[in-house]
């Protein structure tokens, strides 16, 4: 109805139904009431978190998303525990990343480990500045972190590799 403006998770898909979705969702609201012209929100670049024990953190489509909407993606994965400091943790996981194949656009990246709500906004930034692998495989990620793991998996898919196998 006009005048009538719904937030959070009165909303229908594509809406979330998360925390943040609402807060960007309302801000939406107040500067539309505000007289400004805000930007939608882009809900394929937000992140989805699973705070389980290990956690997931998941940005962008999954592969077989890819795939029914057309895609043929190139997948890489690769285990934390390739790393020191996923030895050190001990606990598992993997980082999983869907791009367009040819070292075109990131598609989606998905994470599960410890923690690894704390890796998926790199992630929200590559996908939702429509970043290529090469684009990411040129910044070096900082040892001993987790963080590598994402910087080793654009460095296999822009062709290069350091710990993968
Ligand atoms: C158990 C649980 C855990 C969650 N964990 C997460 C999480 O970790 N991360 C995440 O992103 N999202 C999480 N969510 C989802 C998130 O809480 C919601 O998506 C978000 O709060 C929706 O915001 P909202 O403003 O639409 O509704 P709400 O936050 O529910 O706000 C609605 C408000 O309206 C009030 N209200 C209701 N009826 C009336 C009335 N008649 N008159 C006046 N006031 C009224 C309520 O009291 C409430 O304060 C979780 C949800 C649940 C239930």
Redesign the pocket.
């Known amino acids: 109805m006009p005048g009538i403006h719904v937030?959070?998770?009165?909303l229908p898909p594509p809406s979330l139904?998360?925390?943040?979705?609402?807060f960007a969702e309302?801000q939406v609201v107040a500067e539309t009431l505000a007289g400004l012209r805000p930007t939608p929100v882009d809900y394929t670049a937000v992140p989805r978190?699973t705070?389980s024990s290990p956690q997931t953190a998941t940005v962008g489509l999954t592969e077989a998303q890819a795939r029914a909407l057309g895609h043929e993606p190139a997948v890489r994965a690769m285990p934390l525990t390739a790393l020191a400091k996923g030895m050190v943790h001990g606990r598992g996981g993997m980082v999983k990343v869907v791009a367009e194949a040819g070292g075109g656009r990131v598609l989606g990246v998905h994470l599960v480990g410890p923690q690894v709500s704390e890796l998926i906004a790199e992630a929200q930034l590559i996908v939702g500045w429509d970043a290529e692998p090469a684009d990411v495989a040129r910044h070096v990620h900082p040892h001993p972190t987790l963080s590598e793991a994402v910087g080793e998996v654009f460095l296999t898919l822009a062709g290069r590799r350091l710990h993968q196998r």
């Open positions: 937030v959070g998770d009165l139904g998360l925390a943040h979705t609402s309302g978190v705070y």
